[in-house]
């Protein structure tokens, strides 16, 4: 499943890029994360809860960051299993600086597999593009509010 999109932030793009930066504020933002432990460099643990129609699954695995290019560019990948199935993806992020504020385009490619995926499988777009949004608006509320 191939997702994209624009967002405007209203921050300077240091301060876009610290927060996307900090594994506290992607804990608090990222819909059913529940925890995201730093195990190396750019390198997390991650455990996270998603439903989709009538299952709910609990994946754990690896958060990597790599292609940093402060304050301009990143790439992420991420791979778990649970008992609901597997989750594998890739992305990236870049910013750039719009007036007082931030551009940010960011891609991914994510693969669910197992019950999760055939139960929902013709949910998955909207589900995933329903999580962005929520991951977007708290985004812009901790960087509305300076935090």
Not at 101 to 124: F, N
Request: glycine content about 18%; hydrophobic content about 35%.
């Amino acid at each position: 499943m191939k997702l994209d999109g624009t967002n405007t932030l209203a921050a300077p793009i240091e301060t876009v890029w610290t927060t996307l930066n900090d594994p506290e504020a992607l804990r608090r933002c990222t819909p059913g994360l529940q925890e995201l432990k730093e195990v190396g460099p750019d390198t997390y643990q991650a455990t996270l809860t998603i439903g989709i129609a009538a299952v709910k699954g609990t994946y754990s695995g690896t958060l990597r960051i790599t292609d940093k290019q402060p304050p301009r560019h990143y790439r992420i990948a991420l791979e778990g299993s649970g008992g609901a199935g597997f989750m594998k993806g890739e992305g990236s992020v870049d910013l750039e600086p719009q007036g007082n504020g931030t551009l940010l385009r960011w891609s991914g490619d994510v693969q669910v597999g197992g019950l999760i995926a055939g139960v929902g499988q013709r949910m998955l777009g909207g589900v995933g593009k329903m999580l962005i949004g929520q991951f977007f608006k708290c985004l812009e509320q901790r960087l509305g509010s300076g935090t």
